[in-house]
Each structure stands twice: as structure tokens, then as C-alpha cells.
């Protein structure tokens, strides 16, 4: 079971635009940012990722809108809006350029952080995301998706949350091995979730994302980060074809495969992920 980072966090909260953003430093080293999936808040990353980055990196983590500490706002939520959060952290913070590493819907923020402030951006890690809508044949729902609305529906928030880790982000073999590990990110998202409605509004600013006729612009080094299980059909799809799809169209982009993981191998594998990012980082 993940238990406490062990590296000693400083943090507190920074005015963006005028709201308040919660975050943390931890470690020494060329900047390092962790941009977060749907609605997940900075509690919900491992200790083990976050020690490893932080021996290398002055690794910042923070709460998305709603999340944690940060408290929701009027403003419609956005992949865009995200990214300018993000982006404020690292000019108030006062940080060089950094290595963004975006999971899931984290990805898209720092896809956007890449394509409006290119100086600040180091390199990128997209991780386990992808661009909005690819192929007319397939359009993404832009709103929530009915399969999602369904089963808050019929579940209930909490019970929803605990099946939608379960399932996607781990795989079937891994979740029954090891249930406290399961148990450990539902815990740490459930205790600073946002409310149902900040987490529908982070499910439509994920599903309204739309990269995918720019991605050519984006100009820093780009690593495509994926697991060969994470095939399960989730609002945009499956995330292995999104991967495929980011490698084609990133000048120069690379790809790592980690073999045998589903969407939430920073949990199901993080000593692999971090070698994998730390990997990549030294490279760039």
C-alpha cells in the first residue's frame, strides 16, 4: 500500500488571475510539474512517484478548481483555463521552464500549456491522454457522457468512483492481487474530491478538449506515455489509438510503452513510470 511521500513538502496557495491556487514544492533540481486527471486532486499522487521525481526535480504538484484546497469558481472550466493555472503557478512560483508531465485529462492541460507558452515548457510527458476528437467516425460526446451520467445515476458518486478506478485504471489481475492499492486512490481522491457538480464540470471541460488540428504547432520535446492495457472505451475513447494518434502528428514525438498496464500505471507501476519519466528528463 503507498504510504506518505517521505521528502518534505512546502506549499501553500498562490492568487491566479485572482483565485487562489493550492500546491506544493518538493525536492531540488530542475522544475518538474504533475497536472493531474479529471477532478483528481494533488493528494491523489503517489509517494513513491512523487520521491523519486523530487530526488531529481523540484517537483510542483497542485489542486485543480474545486479540488483540495483550491475552491471552485464561476468561471466555465476549461482544458485552457487549467492550463493557465499551471502556467500562473510557474511564473508566481517563480520556476524556470519546466518538465510537464499531464495525466489523462492532466495531458490535455499540458497540451495547451505547450501550445500558449512555449518558453515555458521544457519538455512534455503526455500521459496516458490524448487530443479530443480524431475521427469523424467516432465523435466525442461534448458534454457528459450518457454512460457516465447513467451510472452516477444508478450508483451514486461515491460507489461510481470507487468502480470507475477499479476498472480502468488498473488491471483486472492487479486490482484483485492488490485491493489496498485500489483502495489507497479512491481513498486519496475521495477525501479531497470536488463536489458532483465540480466533477462534472471537470468531466465537460475534459470532453470539450480539441488539439487534435494543432498538435503539428507543438514545439518541445514530446514524450507519448501509455499502457498497453489502457484499451478500455472511456469518454474519449480508447487511450492506446489517442496515443498513437498524438505520436503521429507531435514533430519529433517519442513513445514508451510500460507492458502490462491499464490507464493508472502511476499507481499500478510507479517505480517503472518514474524511471520512465526520469529517463526521459535527463535526455532533455
Known amino acids: 500500500m503507498h504510504s506518505r511521500a517521505t521528502g518534505a513538502a512546502r506549499g501553500g496557495s498562490l492568487e491566479v488571475r485572482g483565485h487562489p491556487i493550492a500546491f506544493e514544492l518538493r525536492g531540488t533540481g530542475a522544475p518538474l510539474l504533475l497536472v493531474a486527471g479529471t477532478g483528481y ?3 491523489t499522487w503517489p509517494p513513491g512517484i512523487l ?3 523530487a530526488a531529481r526535480h523540484t517537483v510542483l504538484t497542485f489542486d485543480h478548481r474545486g479540488t483540495g484546497g483550491t475552491p471552485s469558481s464561476a468561471d466555465r472550466y476549461s482544458t485552457r483555463l ?20 499531464g495525466h489523462s485529462m492532466g495531458g490535455r492541460v499540458a497540451q495547451w500549456m505547450a501550445l500558449e507558452r512555449r518558453e515555458r515548457v521544457r519538455s512534455l510527458v503526455l500521459a496516458a491522454t490524448g487530443p479530443g476528437q480524431f475521427r469523424a467516425d467516432r465523435p466525442v460526446t461534448r458534454g457528459v457522457p450518457v454512460h457516465t451520467a447513467v451510472e452516477l445515476v444508478e450508483k451514486g458518486y461515491e460507489r461510481y468512483m470507487r468502480d470507475h478506478i477499479r476498472g480502468t485504471f488498473f488491471t483486472p489481475e492487479f486490482a484483485t492481487a492488490h485491493p489496498e492499492v485500489v483502495e489507497w486512490l479512491h481513498e486519496a481522491f475521495w477525501r479531497e474530491r470536488p463536489d458532483l457538480e465540480g466533477y462534472l464540470r471537470h468531466v465537460v471541460a ?29 469518454g474519449t475513447g ?9 505520436l503521429a502528428r ?9 507492458a502490462g498496464a491499464a490507464h493508472g500505471y502511476f499507481w499500478q507501476m510507479p517505480d517503472e513510470t518514474a524511471r520512465a519519466i526520469l529517463e526521459w528528463t535527463a535526455a532533455h
Do not use: N, W
Open 250 to 258: 507531435i514533430p519529433g514525438a517519442a513513445k514508451r510503452v510500460i
Open 206 to 234: 475534459r470532453q470539450e478538449h480539441q488539439t487534435a488540428e494543432r498538435l503539428a504547432e507543438i514545439g518541445v520535446p514530446t514524450l507519448v506515455l501509455v499502457g498497453d492495457r489502457d484499451t478500455a472505451a472511456m
Open 51 to 53: 520521491d523519486a521525481l
Open 238 to 246: 480508447m487511450h492506446t489509438e489517442q496515443s498513437d494518434f498524438l
Open 41 to 43: 486532486p494533488a493528494a
Open 82 to 101: 487549467f492550463a493557465d493555472d499551471a502556467l500562473g503557478l510557474l511564473d508566481g512560483l517563480g520556476l524556470e521552464p519546466a518538465h510537464v508531465v
